[in-house]
């Protein structure tokens, strides 16, 4: 593709994705100077279409770009009036008290909000300030300057044929130019991979760890719904066989938000982690809620949990990684979005800094030191060892050991130091001959959903004749090698029934279903060859969530 001529845009800052971190970006440069040239490129069919989050929002971060964002109507409607953690058994569950927490898992002060529809209204606060924003702009390239630097990206390519060639309805976007690139691309975003290889930014700094997000929408009967309850779950349906728990969420117009997140290190390739997911909806606490209601939006998201040392380094010639491109997830707390603002806030500034001091594409190593040094860094080194002590040791020993971990780190010092993931995601999978097979029951269709009814429910298109996304690197790894030694877990760690194998004549197929595609990321993440990368589909693809 890169030997095709293309015209050229040339920009201050060149953004890719509308994301919290991307718009927190692109607010504060305008903020600082009104005259740069900012654009902000967005893959989904609108701003918030791809965005997917819990989420209970800290407006710390909002805070500190848009002080005046209630009189400015940002839609944080549902302040968190109560907290309750559970520890569930198949048939019943024990509270665990708030008052042995540390204060920072306290959501006092934090709201109940759909990310898509505060990325919304961030977006219309960017355009007010003269930011251009292009939706349905896939950005599949990086362009290198003649040093090596990050100087622009690809985007709005459209119609090339089946196998990626160019035909006759073949429009082959333009470039975009940047004296900087920010990359917020969200989780595992594919340029963002791409720049961490080609500079090495990982080296020396923990690997990433990541888990799966699944969420849906529920309306449920008005008498029991309970504006402002936030609800956290840990246990079963889980138990030693994957890290990870649940969030319910009540937010205004009688609705809750029910997810389920497993963290991606699980072992036993036998595991489903979309079906641990429904079979959580039967527990009596989760169907006594639910029942009478009825589900409305679905969609999955991988999440970045390695934390604090797992940050690789942020910046390049030219080029900032902002936000989950990143990985600033403060675990405990299931909070990034105000790391993300915070990040993007960072970002511009230190750009501001450099552009009126004369330089471009240089390596912004102020933003940086301002993540290390300052709030982002503050909020996640107090609860770095949270993820590595539940990996070590489980969920039990973790809450006590993690509980302690954090206390201390509010008072300076760690029992711990600082410890590290070991192996990747991708690396934790074990041979299937380790582990027994996991039987779970049917869905009833009525708490419970079989994943391609539920994708339906994402609004996932994408037009069928353009090159399949997801690249494999061997296509004899599926069937020759993940079958037989991992008993094929594609067909189960994707949330949208995007990889199957087939038997046809008497030999095994394996199929790639990329229409389903909801862009989690879970396949680039968890094969266990590194045979699958993700790559973007063309512009406007993808899901369409409504206020997830």
Not at 96 to 120: A, E, K, Q
Not at 225 to 230: D, K, L, N, Q, S
Not at 491 to 512: L, M, Q, T
Request: proline share 6%; with cysteine.
């Amino acid at each position: 593709m890169s030997e095709i001529e293309r015209e050229a845009m040339e920009y201050d800052v060149v953004i890719v994705g509308a994301g919290p971190a991307g718009l927190s970006a692109a607010i504060r440069l305008k903020q600082l100077d009104a005259d740069l040239n900012v654009v902000v490129l967005e893959k989904g069919s609108e701003v918030g279409a791809h965005i997917l989050s819990g989420a209970v929002l800290d407006p710390c971060g909002l805070d500190a770009l848009i002080p005046d964002w209630k009189e400015k109507g940002a839609p944080l409607n549902v302040p968190v009036r109560e907290d309750n953690f559970y520890m569930l058994g198949e048939a019943g569950q024990v509270r665990v008290p708030n008052w042995p927490m540390p204060p920072l898992m306290n959501n006092h002060g934090n709201y109940i909000v759909s990310m898509g529809n505060v990325c919304r209204w961030m977006a219309e606060q960017a355009e007010e300030l003269g930011v251009e924003i292009f939706p349905g702009m896939s950005c599949s390239e990086l362009v290198y300057g003649d040093n090596g630097e990050v100087k622009g990206v690809v985007a709005g390519v459209f119609g090339l044929e089946p196998d990626g060639s160019i035909g006759p309805n073949t429009e082959p976007g333009m470039e975009l130019h940047g004296k900087y690139v920010f990359l917020s691309e969200g989780v595992r975003g594919s340029l963002a991979k791409e720049v961490i290889a080609k500079y090495d930014l990982q080296k020396g700094h923990e690997p990433q760890k990541f888990g799966l997000g699944m969420k849906e929408i529920w309306e449920i009967d008005p008498e029991k719904h309970r504006e402002g309850t936030v609800t956290h779950t840990m246990g079963w349906p889980l138990g030693s066989n994957a890290g990870g728990g649940s969030f319910i969420y009540h937010l205004e117009n009688n609705q809750v938000y029910v997810g389920f997140v497993v963290h991606l290190n699980y072992k036993n390739p036998h595991l489903f982690p979309y079906m641990e997911f429904q079979r959580f909806k039967h527990h009596p606490m989760v169907a006594d809620l639910l029942k009478g209601g009825k589900r409305v939006a679905y969609g999955a998201r991988a999440i970045s949990e390695g934390g604090y040392q797992s940050m690789p380094k942020m910046v390049a010639p030219g080029v900032a990684l902002l936000g989950c491109s990143v990985g600033m997830v403060n675990v405990p707390r299931i909070k990034g979005n105000h790391n993300a603002m915070l990040s993007g806030k960072a970002a511009a500034e230190a750009a501001v800094e450099a552009l009126k001091a004369g330089r471009q594409s240089d390596e912004l190593n102020a933003y940086e030191k301002d993540v290390r040094e300052g709030a982002i860094g503050a909020d996640l080194k107090k609860v770095r060892n949270v993820k590595p002590l539940w990996s070590k040791y489980g969920l039990t020993a973790s809450l006590v050991l993690g509980g302690m971990d954090m206390w201390t780190n509010t008072l300076g010092f760690s029992l711990f130091g600082t410890l590290g993931h070991g192996k990747s995601d991708a690396e934790a999978t074990e041979p299937a001959a380790k582990h027994s097979e996991i039987t779970y029951p049917k869905p009833d269709g009525k708490l419970s959903f079989d994943r391609l009814t539920n994708v339906s429910f994402s609004m996932t298109n994408h037009e069928e004749s353009q090159p399949c996304h997801l690249k494999l690197k061997d296509d004899a790894v599926p069937v020759e090698v993940n079958l037989p030694k991992y008993a094929g877990p594609s067909a189960r760690y994707c949330p949208a029934g995007v990889y199957e194998f087939v038997e046809k004549d008497g030999k095994s197929e394996f199929v790639i279903n990329f229409q389903n595609c909801v862009h989690c990321k879970t396949c680039d993440i968890k094969d266990p060859t590194q045979n699958i990368n993700w790559t973007t589909p063309q512009g406007g693809d993808g899901p369409n969530y409504p206020n997830m």
